[in-house]
């Protein structure tokens, strides 16, 4: 039964910072690729941001390429991200994914495990 849980979302105002936090259970952490996810209404599930397991390669989407930063930390088990410059078109419900691997992309496909996301809304 393997589990993922985010937190970290909130209200922020625009260009403000946050940092969400991801934590799994019943696999071993850092053996897996990992990435962030986003939806927002109406639109389709996004990956922003993917690591692989080592932490080696990394996924950025061109919208959050240089505000945003992921951190696989394997000796606290937590997948982070530092959002910074904060747009209220970052407002969505920001999902943790364990992955099958890391290809290049960051596409739902490979996903094994979802968190139940947490929302992160912005303010202008």
């Known amino acids: 039964q393997v589990e993922v849980v985010e937190s970290g979302g909130g209200l922020v105002q625009a260009g403000g910072s946050l940092r969400l936090s991801c934590t799994t259970r019943?696999?071993?952490?850092?053996?897996?690729?990992m990435g962030w996810f986003r939806q927002a209404p109406g639109k389709e599930r996004e990956g922003i941001s993917c690591i692989s397991y080592s932490g080696e390669d990394i996924y950025y989407s061109d919208d959050v390429k240089g505000r945003f930063t992921i951190v696989k930390d394997v000796p606290s088990n937590t997948l982070y991200l530092q959002m910074n410059s904060l747009k209220p078109e970052d407002t969505a419900t920001y999902y943790c994914a364990v992955r099958y691997g890391f290809d290049g992309t960051c596409q739902r496909n490979l996903v094994k495990t979802w968190g139940q996301g947490t929302q992160v809304t912005v303010s202008s």
């Open positions: 019943g696999l071993t952490f850092a053996n897996y690729a």
